[in-house]
């Protein structure tokens, strides 16, 4: 591994991380663009939080239009989870994708939970942003600086219109865009964000050259196996 | 004369406690280790005053990280359109 294309003075662990508590929000875009396949949604998300939750984990869902709202804070309890999940409607008027994300991001990073956990954050989208005052620049950044993985569930059903940004946007934070057109590709995305969340690894390290400049570092992860693609934050930001 | 020395030398020590406070910033909220820590000169102020003798300060940074097989994925996708 590199850190700003040296190599690290020291690597302090390397440990398998299924096991470490996670921090979910789902953030589930209700604009009127969603609502032939959002019925589906919402089933696919309550399948997945019964199958990815366990006891030490917390979830949040969070809706967002024109802007976020918190549609269930953070809790354990599924049944509460899958409860906001299942009364969700869509049909309201613009989409603050950018927006959305940098308030999900920072709620998900929120200073009462000092426990040491994993945090994401799965945005479920047919990624039209047409109302955000930020920037997917300033999205990113605020995904880093959270240490939020972020994973884009694109239901467009031509995904390629939106595809690039949602892919700039999660590939910068290791986390990845999944394509779901119905209900049985909903399913799948879901599976595979629980597998990658589930097959983690958490490596310490001391960077060669450090200083509180809040300079970006770029980080660079590779493995010697053949074939293998390696998902992680593009870097971080030098802060105390 | 001498309540005029007095007076400036007054001025002095209100001026660089007020910069003393203003260092420290708001300080840690309710915990009592910290709050004896706190009569000490506050660590941000030695870590600054050390930064010009130390070039690099070095701290561990976590990164999360999975990987995914292109071959394994590969072969899934070749089973479903088989399977179609």
Redesign the interface.
């Known amino acids: ?1 590199s ?1 700003n294309g040296e190599e690290p ?1 020291s690597l ?1 662990y390397f440990v398998r ?1 299924s096991d470490l508590p996670l921090r979910l929000g789902i953030l589930v875009d209700v604009s009127g663009s969603v609502e032939s396949v959002f019925p589906a949604q919402q089933q696919a998300a309550e399948i997945f939080l019964q199958q990815t939750l366990r006891p030490s984990d917390l979830g949040s869902i969070i809706t967002f239009s024109d802007q976020a709202r918190v549609a269930q804070d953070f809790t354990g309890k599924l049944d509460a989870l899958t409860g906001a999940v299942h009364r969700l409607k869509a049909g309201e008027a613009s989409t603050a994708i950018y927006d959305a994300v940098k308030t999900s991001c920072k709620n998900l990073s929120r200073e009462d939970d000092r426990s040491f956990h ?1 945090r994401a954050l799965i945005l479920i989208t047919d990624g039209e942003d047409n109302s955000s005052i930020s920037k997917i620049e300033d999205a990113i950044s605020t995904s880093l600086q959270s ?1 939020v ?1 972020l994973f884009a569930i694109n239901t467009n059903v031509v995904p390629a219109f939106t595809d690039s940004l949602l892919k700039k946007l999660t590939e910068n934070t ?1 986390g990845r865009v999944l394509h779901a057109r119905g209900p049985s590709e909903l399913k799948m995305a879901f599976r595979k964000v629980n597998e ?1 969340l589930r ?9 060669a ?4 400049d809040h300079s970006f ?1 770029k ?1 660079h ?1 590779t ?1 010697l196996r053949f ?7 593009k870097g ?1 930001y030098a802060n105390e | 004369m001498k309540a005029r020395e007095l007076k400036a030398l007054l001025t002095v020590v209100t001026a660089l406690s007020a910069c003393l406070v203003a260092q420290q910033g708001p300080g840690p909220k309710t915990d009592s280790s910290s709050s004896a820590l706190s009569a000490m000169p506050s660590s941000h102020a030695l870590t600054e005053a050390a930064a010009g003798a130390l ?17 394994v994925v590969l072969s899934r996708i070749s089973r479903c359109q088989t399977s179609r």
């Open positions: 591994m850190d003075q302090t991380q994993r240490e993985v290791g990658q097959n983690q690894y958490l490596l310490g390290y001391k960077p050259n450090w200083q509180a570092h980080i992860v493995t074939g293998l693609r390696v998902h992680c934050r971080y | 070039s690099v300060r070095v701290r561990e940074v976590n990164v999360l990280f999975s990987a995914s097989d292109w071959r």
